[in-house]
């Protein structure tokens, strides 16, 4: 009888050992992150083999530098800067939920529920969950509701300086082009070593004009955006070494100074170009007044083309009439050279409202993780903007926990096992974060469990600092809506994915040839 049975637990783990493998993998990628959960979380630092040092507890960027080979790891991160490009945040919740719920489902598909009946009642029981947070959101209805603040500071990891930049930063663009879809307030953050926070109404410019001759401070700034080389029109050598080709050029290079000289008598002080600009271009600039940037990245003069209201052109719209050139120049109030950070900014553009974030970190080992807290702030006020925000502190979570166990009961059918899986997993980050903060998870899960049946709100949580219940709402602790949404559906879609993983294949270089297979261990 002992002999029949261990063939038949064997039997049981040969035929999930992919399922269980691929467990693993999620549960590992998963407890990576665990310990960065919450306003104790701690941070990881991570080493490449050159003795380059990362220090953070910024999900994604954990992710982003792990060394992970596995499809399924794969998977997970994917999911991950998925949540980070939608949102901005909140990539550390999806990444253990995520793991979590493919541990669950796997702990009932070994109980012998089917995978599709456990994977039904996961996509049953996130429906619910979302509906929910749209019922119950809070929506932020000024640019001047305090509680961005709290947002931020949250997101932010505890920075109030940061915080406090990031909504003056807000405020500063209107809610307007905050609601802009095609717009990422994150985008406008720039992180400085020694230097002061600052925010200014202007566009940052990652480039300095080309020598010391040229001006560092423009008033009125008429601004020409060329996105293109700006050089006389090239020939090659063998069509040089004609008459013909020789006038030729001699031509062009005569058009190209009169179309510089053209930019002069249009009043143009400030030319930006994306590629280089040539030594006869600087020459004529440097003499008659004008600051030139060179090289400057796509998404920076997309930025001062908006603020500016310039359009783009090519180094050939030189040539063109007058009239035609000016309707494509832009205007500035101001334009400033920081020599010793090495920028160029631009002030009160006539073109849109946009406003420029810089963070100021003493050494250079913390800035670029100054710059990510600050992306993560910035993202979160966006989100609450855009969608309102729901209770923090895992309180949402365990309201939503007990609204699935009560879907699962009322059920009383095989998909109810998926169901609670995704109880489980949703309970996970808070675990983490109770666990985090030196407290007993389960005995603070049941205390707040007792206190929202009691009181009838979803907003009761603890305090991590001296673990005493409390009203997050009522203590300032929120997350954004968006956020929460996108994270536990994000989780949901790559756990279904994962637990539908039958048989992992490793395919060959020469394709698909079914003699060119193999199945991974």
């Not at 954990?62 to 060394?67: A, Q, R, S, T």
């Not at 969608?387 to 309201?399: F, H, T």
Request: proline share 2%; aromatic share 4%.
């Amino acid at each position: 009888m002992p002999d029949k049975l261990l063939a038949g637990n064997q039997e049981k783990d040969d035929k999930f050992q992919t399922l269980l493998t691929n467990t693993s993998v999620a549960r590992i990628i998963s407890s990576t992150v665990e310990g960065t959960i919450g306003p104790r979380g701690l941070d990881i630092m991570m080493v490449d083999r050159f003795g380059d040092v990362v220090v953070t507890n910024d999900g994604v960027t954990i992710l982003k530098y792990m060394d992970v080979t596995h499809p399924v790891a794969q998977m997970i991160i994917n999911a991950a800067r998925a949540q980070q490009v939608e949102v901005g945040d909140g990539t550390t919740t999806a990444t253990i939920i995520a793991g979590a719920l493919v541990t669950e489902g796997t702990a009932q598909v070994l109980k012998g529920v089917p995978v599709t009946r456990v994977i039904e009642g996961i996509n049953r029981g996130i429906e619910v969950v979302l509906n929910k947070i749209g019922e119950t959101s809070l929506k932020i209805e000024s640019i001047e509701d305090e509680r961005l603040f709290n947002i931020a500071n949250i997101a932010g990891r505890q920075q109030q300086d940061l915080a406090g930049l990031v909504v003056e930063g807000a405020r500063l663009i209107g809610i307007d082009k905050l609601l802009d879809v095609d717009f990422k307030l994150a985008d406008t953050i720039n992180a400085r070593e020694g230097t002061e926070n600052k925010v200014f109404k202007g566009v940052l410019l990652n480039k300095q004009p080309l020598n010391k001759e040229m001006p560092a401070f423009i008033e009125d700034a008429v601004i020409l955006v060329v996105d293109d080389d700006l050089r006389p029109e090239d020939l090659d050598r063998e069509a040089m070494k004609t008459e013909s080709g020789f006038q030729y050029y001699m031509q062009a290079r005569q058009q190209y100074e009169e179309g510089l000289t053209q930019l002069i008598q249009l009043g143009v002080n400030l030319v930006v170009a994306d590629r280089s600009i040539d030594s006869l271009g600087e020459e004529i600039l440097t003499e008659a007044g004008i600051m030139a940037l060179q090289r400057v990245s796509s998404r920076e003069l997309e930025k001062l083309c908006q603020h500016s209201g310039a359009r783009k052109v090519k180094a050939s719209a030189l040539n063109r009439s007058v009239e035609t050139l000016k309707s494509c120049l832009g205007y500035a109030q101001m334009v400033k050279v920081d020599e010793k950070l090495k920028h160029t900014c631009i002030y009160g553009g006539k073109g849109e409202n946009l406003a420029t974030l810089i963070v100021g970190a003493s050494t250079g080992e913390v800035v670029d993780e100054r710059e990510r807290m600050a992306r993560d702030a910035a993202s979160a006020v966006q989100a609450a903007l855009r969608g309102g925000i729901v209770p923090g502190g895992g309180a949402l979570e365990i309201w939503l926990a007990g609204k699935l166990e009560q879907l699962a009961r009322e059920a009383g059918e095989m998909s109810s096992y998926g169901v609670l899986a995704l109880r489980e997993a949703l309970l996970k980050p808070f675990t983490c974060m109770a666990g985090n903060s030196g407290f007993n998870p389960l005995e603070k899960l049941g205390n707040i469990i007792a206190a929202q049946k009691k009181t009838n709100k979803n907003s009761i949580s603890f305090d991590a600092n001296s673990g005493k219940l409390i009203d997050v709402l009522e203590s300032g602790i929120f997350d954004p809506a968006p956020v929460k949404r996108y994270a536990i559906k994000t989780a949901g879609e790559v756990a279904v994915a994962i637990l539908r993983i039958n048989t992992v294949i490793k395919m060959k270089n020469d394709g698909l040839d079914p003699d060119n297979i193999d199945i991974m261990e």
